[in-house]
Nanobody, 124 residues
Framework: QVQLVESGGGLAQTGGSLRLSCAAS????????MGWFRQAPGKERELVAT????????RYKDSVKGRFTISRENAKDTIYLQMNSLKPEDTAVYYC?????????????????WGQGTQVTVSS
């Protein structure tokens, strides 16, 4: 088992910033690609960003490119999502997820472990 705990969500104004963190514990964090997903009310869960294990390759949802940055500190078993220039359409519950894959993973079905989610609300 891998336990994932997100933090850092909250309320921001349009154009503001938030930084999400996800701390992993339990079975090894090593070798796992990680991802951030989000789900807005009435919508499907969607990939926001994913990062590979070792070389730090990343992939982003088109609408967040240039605004969001995913990063990881393997020594701390933690990943981050820096969100800048926030928009009301970024409002959602954000989930951290871990996959057994070494490389990037874009589908929710490829992820084995999920955090409980953290709410991000962007006011207009």
């Amino acid at each position: 088992q891998v336990q994932l705990v997100e933090s850092g969500g909250g309320l921001a104004q349009t154009g503001g910033s938030l930084r999400l963190s996800c701390a992993a514990s339990g079975r090894t964090f090593s070798g796992r690609a990680m991802g951030w997903f989000r789900q807005a009310p009435g919508k499907e869960r969607e990939l926001v960003a994913t990062i590979s294990w070792s070389v730090g390759a990343t992939r982003y949802k088109d609408s967040v490119k240039g605004r969001f940055t995913i990063s990881r500190e393997n020594a701390k078993d933690t990943i981050y999502l820096q969100m800048n220039s926030l928009k009301p359409e970024d409002t959602a519950v954000y989930y951290c997820a871990a996959t057994s894959r070494y490389s990037l993973a874009s589908l929710a079905s490829e992820y084995d472990y999920w955090g409980q989610g953290t709410q991000v609300t962007v006011s207009s």
